[in-house]
């Protein structure tokens, strides 16, 4: 499918929406039940192309005699936790993806492994996928460093397979750590599966020891509610709900609430679901520190500069290295609506004196999910939004654009 063009007549919304199973919890679930040979059980499972991807790569590649080739596509998670979890495994396995995901640098985490004694080799160019290893291996080390500022799931990999090292694992954090939730969260689903951890300044350790029987949950995917947020912050009037979202939740992006409360939006909390309410409000707040939560970055910065809102972003080192260069593809595409994303030391500050809505606008997506849904709220403001390439939101969210339509929008193919 080339394009869509949204639009939403009334330009208000009340809706219901059943979002699928968290990515971020579902992928660290299915390592778990695999390293864990079964012993902890796996329930709501995300519908995401990634996590369905890993869910037919580790019951169908793993454990067999013959030499495996294994193409994660552009599931950047499971690029990184199967190259740890292989690296435990017996067999030999070549480890690829899509073309972006050969320019996704790899080297902290293969660098990490080899220091214990995994087998890893590049086949292509030295940092990056595809990845030649053989397991199992003879671990060398017990204690290594690994920065702490570049990719939390570096750390989360190596965390995973821990506990079924012989000699258990210690991680030493260099420099500050990014997207700290995500690490807490791994924490906290290794201890729901029977694995404990101490977590003493900048060192985690965890010792060899057994997985317990046990069923993990996933909770339904706050990611995926940040866009209903944005969609609410720029409706003229906006109730929805949600159901089984967790106010105390191991996700990261459950920080949507305290950010966009910022723009007016009500959260509440009540049998079961998330009720959002919108009330007139001038956003204040000037300054966002997204480091814990970088997948927000997008829904956020779109949001702020749909509203004139020029606010400064800050903690977003991550987004040059995801599914494309975030910042450079926000640049591109904010530029648009004459809103101009300024870079200068790590910060990140927007310009909207020369901001235009126009009647149409077409938007492309970089072959990155959330740069698709990030855009599409500005339908509310913008008579049509043509959305390129719109099937790349099956990554994390596939039922996005039905959910669309359940609340009023219209979708022309």
Known sequence: MASITLSHPSKKIQASIALTGSKSESNRALILQALSQGLVSVENLSKAADTQTLLHILN???GTQKPQHIDVGPAGTAMRFLTALLATQPGEYTLTGSQRMKERPIDILVDAL????????????DG?????IKGPFEQKETKISIQGNVSSQYISALLLIAPILPKGLCLELE???????????TLAMLAQSGIKHSWEG???CIEQQDFKAG???VEPDWSAASYWYAIAALAQEASLSMPNLQAYSLQGDSKITELMANFGITSQFKNGELLLTKESKTPERKIFDLKDCPDLAQ???????ALGHEATFTGLETLKIKETNRIKALQTELLKIGVNLIEKNLTYKLDCSKRVLPKKIQIATYEDHRMAMAFAPLALLIDEVEIMEPQVV?????????????AGFEIKM
Do not use: R
């Open 202 to 204: 900048n060192q985690i």
């Open 114 to 125: 080899q220091k214990l004694g995994a087998h890893i080799n590049y086949l292509e160019q």
């Open 128 to 132: 990056y996928p595809p990845l030649l």
């Open 215 to 217: 069923i993990l949950v």
């Open 175 to 185: 420099g500050d750590l990014t997207s700290k939730p995500y690490l807490e969260m």
């Open 394 to 406: 099956a990554k994390s969210y596939p039922h996005f654009w039905d959910d669309l339509k359940t």
């Open 299 to 305: 829904t956020l910065i779109v949001c702020c500069a």
């Open 60 to 62: 169908t590649q793993l």
